[in-house]
C-alpha cells in the first residue's frame, strides 16, 4: 500500500486536479491588471472596515483594467446567519461597489470562476487534498479532542510552543497501513498538512502594504480538511486564490501572520502565490489611546449607522479613499468636480499603522458632497430618507414644487450652500420655510447689532411701505435695502462705516439682519433676496406682522 492508496481511500471519488487547472483558465487580461476579491464570511453585517477593504480592493481592480469578484467564505457552518450572503451583496450595491464576478444574491453568481461560495466547492477542496495526500505531503490525523487536550496542557506546563507540529504530531508518522486500518475501522479523522517547515528558519516576504516583513516559517500541521469534509480558510484561501486567478490578496493585517502558512501552502500545492497588501484596520481614539474600531462599542463601525443618519454613500466612500492615501485630499482639492475614479490609488502608500477614525471629517466631505448636488438630487435623497426615518419631515416634502424652491436656494451657482451635512439635518435646515412650522414653533428671534424694538418696528413698517417690492430684481432690491438705511441715518456701505465707525449707529448689514431675522427668526440663512422671492409678498407681511404682534403683547 502506498500513500495514492491511501489519497484514494479517503477520497476514492475525487477528481484529479488536472481537471480544474483545465477548467478554470488563466484569466485573459492586460499586464499589471489586478484580480483580487472580497471574501467575507456571510454574516450579513458590513463592517466599515470590510467596506474599507472593498474600496480598496475594488479601486485597484478598476484602475488596473482588472477584476474584483466576490467570494463567500461559509466554511463555519456554526457562524451560518439566514440570509447573510444579501445582506453583504446589498450593502456593497448600496454603496455602488457591486463587484465584477461572484455571488449576486443568495443563490446566484456571474462569472467563469465559481462556484463562488466555498461550500459549494467542497469536491474541488477534495481533489487537492487528495493530491497531497498522494505525495505524502498530507495526512489523516486520528486525533481525539481529549487527546489533543492532553498535548495542550503538557505544552503548557513545560511552556513549550503550543500546537500539533513536530513531535507534538503523534499521527504524522503513522504508516499508510496503519492509517488505512484505522480508517476501515471507522475512527473519525481530519486531514492534516505535513509541514515541511522549520521554526529555526526564517522566510522573507514583502508586503505590499506592509513592505518588507521577516517570518519564522511554518512548521504547523495545521488541518487542511475538517471533520465534515469542508476546508478551513487556510486551505480554501490557497486553492480559491489559486483557481480564481487572484493576482493580489488585499485584506485585513490580522492575516498578516499568516503569511508563512499560505506561501507555504501555495509552494506544497505547486501554485504561483500572489501579492499580499495587509491593510491596517480603522482606529478609533479611546481615553486618550488608541484602539481598533470595534463592532460591539462603536454603533458608526456599522455601515447601516451612515444610512440612517443619512449620509450619502458617496461621501463614506470618498472618506475612505481619504485614509487610505493621505494625498487624496490635495487631490481633491485640486480636483474638486473630479469623479474619484480619476483618482490613482496606490497600496504602497497606506499607512502601516492603520488611520485614525473621524465623524467630524466625514460629515464635512459630506457637506461639500452634497453642496455639489442639484436642488433636484436633494429633494430626492431627502424624500427617500425620510419615508423611512423621519414622517414629519416626509409630510413636509409632499409639496415637490415647493420644497425644489426651497433646495433651490443658493444652489447651483459657483459658490453653492454647505449647510447640510447627512439628510437628518434637512428637517432642522429648511423649518422656517414652512409656515406651520415657523408658525407653530416658539421663536426666538437671533437680533444681532440691532435690539431696539421701537426701531426694528420702523425698519419692517418703512420697508413695507416704501421700499418692498416683489418684482424687484437682486441688485435693485439690495439698492433699496441701502436707501432705507440711509433713510434711518445708517450707512449705505459696510465698507464706509469701517472707515468711520463713529459716524453711523451701524450699517446696510445691520439692517437687512433685521429683516433676516424678523423672516426667519435666524441671524444665519441662505441668501436673503432668494428667499423673500420664495415666500412671497404676503408670507412675507405675515411674518413681520407676525413679529410686531409678539412684540405688541410682550410690552
Ligand atoms: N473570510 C476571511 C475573513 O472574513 C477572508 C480573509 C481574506 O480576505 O482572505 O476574514
Known amino acids: ?173 503513522l504508516t499508510v497501513e496503519e492509517a488505512a486500518e484505522k480508517i476501515k475501522k471507522g475512527e473519525p479523522y481530519i486531514i492534516r498538512l505535513k509541514s515541511e517547515g522549520r521554526e529555526d528558519r526564517k522566510i522573507k516576504h514583502h508586503d505590499v502594504i506592509k513592505g518588507n516583513v521577516d517570518f519564522p516559517e511554518n512548521d504547523q500541521d495545521i488541518v487542511i480538511i475538517k471533520a465534515d469534509g469542508l476546508p478551513t480558510y487556510h486551505f480554501a484561501h490557497a486553492v480559491d486564490d489559486h483557481l480564481m486567478g487572484t493576482t493580489h490578496v488585499i485584506r485585513g493585517d490580522e492575516w498578516l501572520s499568516s503569511v508563512p502558512l499560505h506561501l507555504q501552502l501555495f509552494q506544497m500545492l505547486g501554485f504561483k502565490a500572489p501579492k499580499y497588501a495587509h491593510i491596517a ?53 485640486q480636483n474638486p468636480n473630479a469623479s474619484i475614479d480619476e483618482f490613482e490609488l496606490q497600496l504602497n502608500k497606506m499607512s502601516v499603522s492603520g488611520a485614525l477614525f473621524d465623524i467630524v471629517k466625514i460629515l464635512d466631505i459630506s457637506k461639500t458632497v452634497i453642496s455639489k448636488y442639484t436642488a433636484e438630487q436633494i429633494y430626492e435623497e431627502a424624500y427617500n430618507w425620510a419615508k423611512n426615518y423621519d414622517s414629519e419631515l416626509l409630510e413636509m416634502l409632499q409639496d415637490k414644487e415647493y420644497a425644489l424652491k426651497v433646495f433651490g436656494i443658493e444652489r447651483g451657482n459657483v459658490k453653492p450652500r454647505k449647510d447640510i451635512a447627512k439628510w437628518s439635518d434637512v428637517k432642522e435646515n429648511i423649518e422656517y420655510m414652512y409656515d406651520n412650522k415657523f408658525e407653530e414653533k416658539e421663536r426666538q428671534y437671533e437680533f444681532q447689532k440691532i435690539t431696539d424694538k421701537e426701531l426694528i418696528k420702523n425698519i419692517l413698517t418703512l420697508y413695507m411701505e416704501k421700499y418692498y417690492n416683489e418684482n424687484d430684481d437682486k441688485q435693485t432690491w439690495f439698492d433699496k435695502i441701502k436707501d432705507l438705511s440711509e433713510e434711518l441715518g445708517f450707512a449705505r456701505e459696510v465698507k464706509e462705516y469701517k472707515q468711520e465707525p463713529e459716524k453711523w449707529p ?50
Open 1 to 173: 500500500m502506498d500513500y495514492k492508496d491511501l489519497a484514494n481511500l479517503i477520497f476514492p471519488n475525487a477528481k484529479e486536479i488536472s481537471y480544474y487547472e483545465e477548467k478554470y483558465k488563466a484569466r485573459n487580461l492586460k499586464e499589471g491588471a489586478i484580480v483580487t476579491r472580497f471574501a467575507p464570511s456571510p454574516t450579513g453585517f458590513v463592517h466599515l472596515g470590510s467596506l474599507y477593504q472593498v474600496v480598496i480592493a475594488r479601486k485597484m481592480a478598476k484602475q488596473t483594467g482588472g477584476v474584483f469578484f466576490l467570494r463567500v467564505e461559509d466554511t463555519d457552518q456554526k457562524r451560518e446567519i439566514e440570509n447573510g450572503v444579501t445582506g453583504i451583496i446589498d450593502s456593497l450595491r448600496d454603496f455602488a461597489l457591486t463587484p465584477d464576478e461572484g455571488m449576486i444574491s443568495e443563490t446566484e453568481e456571474i462569472g467563469e470562476y465559481g462556484p463562488y461560495k466555498q461550500s459549494l466547492r467542497k469536491d474541488i477542496y477534495q481533489a487537492y487534498a487528495k493530491y497531497l495526500l498522494e505525495q505524502g505531503k498530507a495526512y489523516p490525523c486520528f486525533a481525539t479532542p481529549e487527546e489533543l487536550e492532553e498535548m495542550r496542557a503538557k505544552q503548557e506546563t513545560a511552556k513549550i510552543r503550543p500546537g500539533y507540529y513536530g513531535v507534538w504530531a503523534k499521527y504524522r508518522n
Open 281 to 333: 484596520p480603522i482606529m478609533k481614539e479611546d481615553e486618550g489611546g488608541k484602539r481598533k474600531l470595534s463592532k460591539r462599542k462603536d454603533p458608526e463601525a456599522a455601515v447601516s449607522y451612515y444610512t440612517e443618519i443619512g449620509v450619502p454613500k458617496e461621501a463614506v466612500v470618498e472618506y475612505l479613499l481619504n485614509i487610505a492615501n493621505s494625498n487624496f485630499e490635495t487631490w481633491r482639492k
Open 506 to 555: 451701524g450699517h446696510v448689514g445691520d439692517i437687512s439682519t433685521v429683516l433676516r431675522v424678523a423672516l426667519t427668526s435666524r441671524s444665519n440663512t441662505p441668501d436673503l433676496y432668494e428667499i423673500m422671492q420664495v415666500l412671497g409678498k404676503d408670507r412675507i407681511e405675515k411674518r413681520f406682522n407676525l413679529f410686531l404682534e409678539a412684540e405688541g403683547k410682550n410690552r
